[in-house]
């Protein structure tokens, strides 16, 4: 299992594509933000995030991403 400051350094590579995803969705810059941590913190406690291949993973951040974008969206509607 990789270190907090380890799984920090994968997600900071992931960082832009989450944030595109959010505000794609969202077309809002602070909710796209507040999405993208949400998401973000919830791939930080995924071990599978971490151990898949670069297809997975893609797939995960995608999910993730769009997720915590519908759920934002949803809760202030």
Known sequence: MLEIKERLL???KHEDVCYSICLYVLQCEAMACE???AAL???MKCD???VENPHTTSILL???S????LQLMK???
Do not use: D, G, I
């Not at 769009?66 to 974008?69: E, G, H, R, W």
């Open 10 to 12: 994968v997600l900071k």
């Open 35 to 37: 999405a993208a941590k």
């Open 41 to 43: 913190y919830n791939l």
């Open 48 to 50: 599978s995030f971490f």
């Open 62 to 64: 995608r999910k993730e």
């Open 66 to 69: 769009l997720k915590c974008a």
């Open 75 to 77: 809760s202030k509607s």
